[in-house]
């Protein structure tokens, strides 16, 4: 039977089983996981063809026939394969069409050979490479196959998780399917199992949902990319990690996930190696990812060592048993856990990899950004719920440092003139708004956010690379080398791009937190509550850290994060003036090439900019005033009910170790702020900005000194790391070197050289002469009899 027939019988029979409360028998699990890995393949092979084909053929040694033939090829321009010998970027080898003729991406660098340089390609311009459409002509197959494989693979793997979900309504017992043993080793026995739960099946949705539509935007954006097979292979790759990562149903699977996402998102955010700048970002994340990482290893010893299980049902049913509410143990686990989602989700003081992810194709922001990667450390806390409910103490610290980050990172944002990097440090900052929810105690607050999250930063993000195809297809006409990504050399571009302006405009609104837009239900129920905390109505209100208690804790928390909110707002309108509004800043010769993508760019962003509208809907509080007015259907908070029996082991925990909680009382006046504050930040960017008279990159300058260079410079951290971490590290290396090759190296060759000495000169003693063996033994003798008659 095909997947499809297997998806289609369930499909049918989506919901009677679980309408009875029966356990839920996942459907073909495996195949969610298959499908991408499927696609990596066959991109894989379809990438390699591609290379091998765009390689020049070699001569064979000395024959005459093609020396006396081909000798014309010796005097061929500089952009003809032999410079695939010579070490040109495989990027560029892999777009030839070796046999047969060149790719129109590589026509296109014909015909303007100083596209690249022109264009002042640093980090982020590399997405000159969209601009390449201006090439006409068939598509070799190594570039149309995998088209229709990335973006279906997809889809399939869309369809089967949504099939699970219907399948799994009223269903209440969710057991890990095991696949087959995998570590078997004493007492650690590890199986290979997937777990299609409440949780789990909410991320695949995500991942699945959102990933298909940027897989179909990628089409459309990078389809003249010389590398476009490699790269749709490495989407793929991503993908499945990532679903490894929120399937496997315990920590050391969720670690191969955690480490294949961090593998794939180096590979992408470093696509286009061949730049330096490109390389470096890439393994800046990967760097900083091991550090976390190291944390994430502690934290499964230290529950081995104490539980004897690595499951996620084990650890959740041993661990209110094992430790002590509050114990050191359990708070050094979270703490740990804590470390390596600060590496993958960006937050203090591991964030600083994020932004430099730039580099990488806009899609691949977007995918990173929005739907996968930087989500899972808040994935690891929410599964994780019932250790974090056992450690007060570390979920303070998780909570402050979520606060923390959400309005450093809006800071920065206030003042980037990078369209891309405004949305980078926002998705650092809206990170730090889940953090602070999951540390709260607030996870379905949290999962909340990171899917209407999903869907507006997706929105942003693809938005965002509408805007850079369009201005580099009009810079690219005259040869304009102004930077395609620089929001000073934008203005305008509403009247050109309405589709990418309205569905911009939409996703802006929505993280804004304006209503009815999906960013106001979800942020306005993380800083709910922290107000609620603060009234001692959380039972991490008894808590306490530092000698301060946890209401006041989170009373800080709620005053941060809504200045962090309003910052957000205001640095997004910033961005809506900047990019759509007044007058094109970039040339009037180049105003007359502006124009929308084709399909594959505006169909993802309508349907996103749909769910950025709709997708606060999912969970309206009926029970909190003004919020309650949108439960038109009657059946509010629905993902507090589908995420019950995941967090139900923490309410558990709650229950048997604190008593007397006072009852929430929902106010009006929390909502009405977080109202005033989205609108006031819009309504502050507008006014303060909408009417001034701002020039391009070239005559306005970056800031030059006082308070908005230092957020203009993301306040000097990265100088900062660089003289205290980097600076130390690079130095204790050169010695270490050193030590190594003139100390270790030395001591080595010296043992050596003595060693061939020696055997030099005993070696002369070994003659084969019996009279000289014969003297010498009498020597010997007569010295010892010598001896001892002395």
Known sequence: MTILQEAAHAATQAGAEGAHGAAFHPVLPWAILALPLLGFVINGIVAIIAARRALPVLPPVGDPYWD???????????????????????????????????????????????GHDVHGHDAHGHDAHDDHGHAHGPKPWTHTLPSIVAPGVMLLAFALAVVNFLKMQGAHEFAATELFTWIPAGTLNVTAGLLLDPLSIVMTLIITGVGSLIHIFSVGYMKEDPGYPRYMAYLNLFVFFMLVLVLGSSYPLMFVGWEGVGLASYLLIGFWFSER???????????ANRVGDFGFLMAMFLLFAHLGTLDFAG??????????????????????????????????????????????????????????MVTAGVYLVVRSSVLFTLAPAASLVVAIIGALTAIFAASIGLKQWDIKKVLAYSTVSQLGFMFAAVGMG?????????????????????????????????????????????????????????????????????????????????????IGAAWLGAEGASPLSRAELFGIS???????????????????????????????????????????????GDWTLSLPLVVLAALSLLGGFLNVEEEVPIVGLFNFDGEGGALHRWLHPVIAGSEEVVRANLQNIPEAHHAAWPIILAIVIGLGGLATAFVLLGKKVLGNAETEPSYRNGMERTLYNKWWIDEFYDRAVLGPVRASARFLASFDRHVIDGLVDFAGRTSQALGLVFGRLQTGQTNTYAFVLVLGVLLLLGAFAL
């Open 68 to 114: 006396a033939h081909h000798d014309e090829h010796a005097h061929a321009p500089a952009h003809q394969p032999a410079l695939a010998m010579a070490g040109a970027a495989p990027s560029e080898q892999e777009g030839m069409d070796h046999g047969t003729r060149p790719s129109p991406v590589d026509a296109a660098h014909d015909v303007h050979p100083h």
């Open 277 to 287: 700048a490109n390389a470096a970002a890439g393994m800046k994340a990967f760097i």
């Open 315 to 372: 650890v959740s049913a041993a661990a209110p048993k094992e430790f002590v509410y509050g114990g050191a143990v359990a708070t050094l686990v979270c703490l740990f856990f804590f470390l390596g989602a600060t590496g993958k989700s960006a937050q203090i003081p591991l964030y600083i990899w994020l932004p430099d992810a730039m580099a990488g194709p806009t899609p691949v922001s977007a995918l990173i950004h929005a739907a996968t």
């Open 442 to 526: 607030a996870y379905v607050a949290g999962v909340f956010h990171l899917m209407t999250h999903a869907f507006f930063k997706a929105c942003l993000f693809l938005g965002s690379g509408a805007v850079i195809h369009a201005m580099h297809a009009a810079l690219h006409h005259t040869h304009n080398p102004a930077d395609a990504q620089d929001m000073r050399n934008m203005g305008g571009l509403r009247k050109y791009l309405p589709v990418t302006f309205i569905t911009m405009g939409i996703a802006t609104l929505a993280i804004a937190g304006v209503p009815p837009f999906a960013g106001f239900f979800s942020k306005d129920e993380i």
């Open 550 to 596: 946890g209401a006041t804790w989170m009373g800080f928390i709620g005053g941060t994060l809504s200045i962090a909110a309003f910052m957000t707002a205001f640095y997004m309108g910033r961005l809506m003036i900047y990019t759509f509004f007044g007058r094109f800043r970039g040339g009037e010769t180049e105003e007359r090439h502006l124009h929308e």
